[in-house]
């Protein structure tokens, strides 16, 4: 049998000299013949044992030879404790994640001399994936691997494996990244003040992208010998079993905080733009539209009322078994994202000429000797500070608007041009951080009041009364429909991460998938209703999950690999313990108001 270590002989693994793989891919037709696949799958055993004389691959053969192929596999599967045991030799971590989590895929190069001296163990693991490949097309088998590894469509265009351009890489890696956190981008500068906060911006940038890099490096851009991973699979390859459940649990709960955001926002559009379609009262340059009688509906249709709606419109979409329809508009980001753009940067330089527009022109007018500057035509304190104590409600929202690390394998490995990934993670940050820049920094200046009255959800200090209004409400379109696309996808990412941990299949179920679904939108709801705060939200979420995912995670990989090759130094522990000591930090201090 061939061989997890480097310097064994590679025998065939079937007549011919070929191996399984290649005789399955060049000969489809074996898959449809139940006879021809089990003759297959004998030939298969039978090399085994006349490789290893090893008594659990004879009793496997006998099992084949009486037609039952399933029983064979069933022995292979049970066995594997036995060999387990037997082969005391084998490392207690390496034979663990071998048994307990099967996953498809084994590393043994020579900077991983923990797996590379264990060849017993490759050969265990790499007989299992030969009889999971061997398994009936036309039939059950639990000895098939779960493919635990997340559609790479769910973060791309569509473009094909292995097809994908740089500029599809790097525009996928700034649609994923460009989330809600761009609407309270405004308020979380105004709570840091408007030079800390630019700093801070950039700071932060710099950090994440640093701990993205190590997620990209040791993930070797989405494939270790040839098969997908996930970090979560690195996390499980360097720091066991514990750590890759720590992962799991980690990134579904930053999802979970994402996907409360997206379902308050969602509620809050849904009610401006019904409103508006039921009493489009709007003043644009002196144009009155007439209100119509709604001494009723003000009592139905409520902040409190949309969210049962929404409800009832995105509850089937939660449901589908495929969710393909909605990979095919993720296109539909990068129009809500230029269109947003579009809109602070127009805001910003003609707001003033709408009227009582809340946003346009500049109002910094400082006042020499004092960090708070004053807006001299309305005279009302624009609160416009240097530096304010909220700086850390900024570092919580940052952690999580540049979150990619558990998406960054998913949209690299199917890179044309995989030499080019650091630098297309690079310019993708480079691109989110000025997107990030502009519309803080546009919305933050062109204000036109307090700086402090500037809302978590910017386009809520727009009303109708505002003569740029309508602008603002295409926007709250806009960027509705993209959350009707995205929510599903996002959905199905925690439906999938939960469901393949603990039953090895996305879909277990109809009822597995309602009861998973109603509980979850159950908490969409209440929190929407009585707590729908999305600075509050992001900060937290970011500074809890993302702190462990972003920081924690890969400090810890990149210290056991470099533990393994021996060149673990004393300027490496410095550099990730300072890493994980300020997301320590950066959570203790979303409890604590600081005041100056």
């Given at each position: 049998?061939?061989?997890?270590?480097?310097?064994?002989?590679?025998?065939?693994?079937?007549?011919?000299?070929?191996?399984?793989?290649?005789?399955?891919?060049?000969?489809?037709?074996?898959?449809?013949?139940?006879a021809?696949?089990?003759?297959?799958?004998?030939?298969?055993?039978?090399?085994l044992?006349?490789?290893?004389?090893?008594?659990?691959?004879?009793?496997?053969?006998?099992?084949?030879?009486?037609?039952?192929?399933e029983?064979?596999?069933?022995?292979?599967y049970?066995g594997?404790?036995?060999?387990?045991?037997?082969?005391?030799?084998?490392?207690?971590?390496?034979?663990?994640?071998?048994?307990?989590?099967?996953?498809?895929?084994?590393?043994?190069?020579?900077?991983?001399?923990?797996?590379?001296?264990?060849?017993?163990?490759?050969?265990?693991?790499?007989?299992?994936?030969?009889?999971s490949?061997?398994?009936?097309?036309?039939?059950?088998?639990?000895l098939?691997?779960?493919?635990?590894?997340?559609?790479?469509?769910?973060?791309?265009?569509?473009?094909?494996?292995?097809?994908?351009s740089n500029?599809?890489?790097?525009?996928?890696?700034?649609?994923?990244?460009?989330?809600?956190?761009?609407?309270?981008?405004?308020?979380?500068?105004?709570?840091?003040?408007?030079a800390?906060?630019?700093?801070?911006?950039?700071f932060?940038?710099?950090?994440?992208?640093?701990?993205?890099?190590?997620?990209?490096?040791?993930?070797?851009?989405?494939?270790?010998?040839?098969?997908?991973?996930?970090?979560?699979?690195?996390?499980?390859?360097?720091?066991?079993?514990?750590?890759?459940?720590?992962?799991?649990?980690?990134?579904?709960?930053?999802?979970?905080?994402?996907?409360?955001?997206?379902?308050?926002?969602?509620?809050?559009?849904?009610?401006?733009?019904?409103?508006?379609?039921?009493?489009?009262?709007?003043?644009?340059?002196?144009?009155?539209?007439?209100?119509?009688?709604?001494?009723h509906?003000?009592?139905?249709?409520?902040?409190?009322?949309?969210?049962?709606?929404?409800?009832?419109?995105?509850?089937?979409?939660?449901?589908?078994?495929?969710?393909?329809?909605?990979?095919?508009?993720?296109?539909?980001?990068?129009?809500?994202i230029?269109?947003?753009l579009?809109?602070?940067?127009?805001?910003?330089?003609?707001?003033?000429?709408?009227?009582?527009?809340?946003?346009?022109?500049?109002?910094?007018?400082?006042?020499?000797?004092?960090?708070?500057?004053?807006?001299?035509?309305?005279?009302?304190?624009?609160?416009?500070?240097?530096?304010?104590?909220?700086?850390?409600?900024?570092?919580?929202v940052?952690?999580?608007?540049?979150?990619?690390?558990?998406?960054?394998?998913?949209i690299?490995?199917?890179?044309?041009?995989?030499?080019?990934?650091?630098?297309?993670?690079?310019?993708?940050?480079?691109?989110?951080?000025?997107?990030?820049?502009i519309?803080?920094?546009?919305?933050?200046?062109?204000?036109?009041?307090?700086?402090?009255?500037?809302?978590?959800?910017?386009?809520?200090?727009?009303?109708?009364?505002?003569?740029?209004?309508?602008?603002?409400?295409?926007?709250?379109?806009?960027?509705?429909?993209?959350?009707?696309?995205?929510?599903?996808?996002?959905?199905?990412?925690?439906?999938?991460?939960?469901?393949?941990?603990?039953?090895?299949?996305?879909?277990?179920?109809?009822?597995?998938?309602?009861?998973?679904?109603?509980?979850?939108?159950?908490i969409?709801?209440?929190?929407?209703?009585?707590y729908?705060?999305i600075?509050?939200?992001?900060?937290?979420?970011?500074?809890?999950?993302?702190?462990?995912?972003?920081?924690?995670?890969?400090?810890?990989?990149?210290?056991?690999?470099?533990m393994?090759?021996?060149?673990?130094?004393?300027?490496?522990?410095?550099?990730?313990?300072?890493?994980?000591?300020?997301?320590?930090?950066?959570?203790?201090?979303?409890?604590?108001?600081?005041?100056?």
């Amino acid at each position: 049998m061939a061989s997890g270590g480097d310097g064994m002989e590679k025998k065939p693994l079937l007549p011919g000299g070929e191996r399984p793989s290649a005789i399955l891919i060049s000969q489809p037709s074996l898959w449809n013949s139940s006879a021809a696949h089990d003759d297959v799958a004998k030939s298969y055993a039978s090399s085994l044992a006349s490789v290893n004389d090893d008594p659990l691959d004879q009793s496997i053969q006998n099992a084949l030879d009486l037609g039952d192929f399933e029983t064979g596999m069933a022995q292979s599967y049970s066995g594997r404790h036995t060999i387990r045991t037997a082969n005391s030799d084998i490392d207690a971590r390496s034979t663990s994640a071998l048994s307990e989590t099967r996953r498809p895929f084994h590393v043994s190069n020579e900077n991983r001399e923990t797996y590379a001296n264990h060849n017993k163990a490759a050969d265990l693991n790499h007989r299992y994936r030969y009889y999971s490949k061997l398994a009936p097309a036309n039939k059950e088998n639990p000895l098939i691997m779960p493919h635990h590894v997340i559609p790479h469509t769910i973060f791309t265009f569509g473009v094909a494996p292995g097809e994908q351009s740089n500029l599809v890489t790097i525009l996928s890696l700034w649609n994923t990244m460009m989330g809600t956190s761009i609407l309270a981008m405004p308020w979380a500068l105004s709570e840091a003040g408007f030079a800390l906060g630019i700093g801070t911006i950039l700071f932060m940038m710099f950090l994440t992208i640093s701990t993205c890099v190590i997620v990209v490096h040791y993930g070797n851009g989405g494939n270790v010998d040839g098969e997908p991973v996930e970090f979560s699979d690195v996390v499980r390859l360097y720091l066991g079993h514990r750590a890759y459940i720590i992962a799991v649990a980690v990134s579904v709960m930053t999802l979970g905080g994402c996907m409360i955001v997206y379902y308050v926002l969602m509620s809050g559009f849904l009610y401006e733009i019904v409103d508006f379609a039921h009493d489009p009262q709007w003043s644009a340059d002196g144009l009155d539209i007439n209100r119509t009688d709604s001494s009723h509906w003000e009592d139905i249709w409520t902040e409190h009322t949309s969210p049962l709606v929404l409800v009832a419109i995105l509850f089937p979409l939660l449901n589908l078994k495929n969710v393909s329809f909605f990979t095919r508009l993720n296109s539909l980001g990068i129009f809500s994202i230029v269109y947003m753009l579009f809109f602070v940067l127009f805001t910003a330089f003609a707001g003033q000429d709408y009227t009582d527009s809340p946003f346009g022109g500049a109002h910094l007018s400082p006042i020499l000797g004092d960090p708070c500057w004053v807006n001299k035509t309305t005279q009302e304190p624009c609160n416009v500070a240097w530096y304010k104590g909220g700086l850390f409600k900024l570092t919580g929202v940052l952690m999580l608007s540049f979150f990619i690390h558990n998406g960054a394998l998913s949209i690299m490995r199917n890179a044309k041009h995989p030499k080019k990934n650091m630098q297309n993670l690079f310019i993708a940050y480079f691109l989110v951080c000025l997107t990030y820049m502009i519309v803080a920094v546009c919305f933050y200046v062109s204000f036109n009041g307090d700086k402090s009255r500037i809302q978590d959800n910017f386009l809520k200090n727009f009303s109708k009364s505002n003569g740029n209004y309508f602008f603002a409400l295409l926007a709250q379109i806009f960027l509705l429909l993209q959350m009707f696309t995205v929510f599903p996808l996002l959905m199905y990412v925690v439906r999938f991460q939960l469901m393949t941990s603990f039953y090895d299949d996305p879909y277990p179920s109809v009822f597995h998938v309602l009861f998973l679904n109603a509980s979850v939108i159950s908490i969409f709801v209440l929190v929407a209703i009585y707590y729908p705060h999305i600075g509050t939200i992001l900060r937290f979420t970011g500074a809890i999950c993302g702190g462990v995912y972003v920081f924690v995670l890969p400090v810890l990989v990149r210290r056991a690999a470099l533990m393994k090759e021996g060149r673990y130094q004393s300027r490496h522990a410095l550099m990730g313990w300072s890493l994980v000591s300020f997301a320590i930090l950066n959570v203790v201090m979303q409890f604590i108001p600081l005041e100056f």
